[in-house]
């Protein structure tokens, strides 16, 4: 039977952890605008509507946050990447899918991205290394599937072609930016999909 204070505790906890996402997004878009070093913690309070110092009911410090949007956007797509092999299709298909789930990803989180380029030198360096440790064994998700789509290159070819790959979708804080400066509606981020699904799928795949 559940009680009132058990009820009132998973309320409060489910508000907390709303808040924390909610710091985590407003963390990545004022990082993204204005640099790690170049927000405060009464910006981000203020960003999410509590005070600065409130920001350390949530998080250690505003590096903890760095570390929290860049080790999550990494794992994130790490378990993507893994729910896509697990799928078990043809080789040309899930490479097809690995590219989507990647491109959903970059346009989502084009924030994330202009941080992650700019800052991870910010990192204290367990995380720093953690963010590396995902991304290289999301690197090898890649080159594994890829091995399958051109049998007989060599693994440095296949781990040359995933990273510059990964470079024509990360694109997107440039191609977000141009976007808006030239239309803003409903369909902008349908195009961006699908433009950089199909150039990446279409490089990914050249002989």
Do not use: C
């Not at 995380?127 to 090898?140: C, G, I, N």
Request: proline letters at 3%; zero cysteines; hydrophobic letters at 45%.
């Amino acid at each position: 039977m559940t009680t009132h204070s058990s009820t009132t505790r998973t309320m409060r906890e489910r508000a907390k952890a709303q808040r924390a996402d909610a710091l985590l997004e407003a963390a990545a878009r004022l990082f993204a605008q204005h640099g790690f070093d170049g927000v405060s913690l009464e910006d981000l309070g203020t960003a999410v509507g509590i005070t600065g110092p409130a920001v350390y009911r949530h998080f250690d410090s505003k590096r903890a946050l760095l570390s929290a949007i860049l080790i999550r956007a990494s794992g994130d797509l790490l378990a993507g990447g893994r729910r896509v092999v697990a799928s078990d299709r043809p080789p040309d298909r899930t490479l097809r899918e690995l590219v989507e789930v990647h491109v959903d990803f970059a346009v989502r989180s084009a924030d994330v991205i202009r941080v992650h380029d700019r800052d991870l030198a910010s990192l204290s360096d367990p995380d720093r290394h953690a963010v590396r440790r995902l991304q290289r064994e999301y690197v090898e998700l890649w080159v594994d599937v890829l091995r399958a789509v051109h049998p007989g290159r060599s693994d440095t070819d296949l781990r040359v072609r995933a990273h510059a790959g990964f470079g024509l979708i990360n694109s997107t804080p440039y191609a977000v930016r141009t976007l808006r400066e030239v239309a803003v509606d409903a369909g902008t981020n349908d195009l961006l999909r699908d433009v950089l699904s199909d150039m990446a799928y279409a490089a990914l795949t050249a002989h």
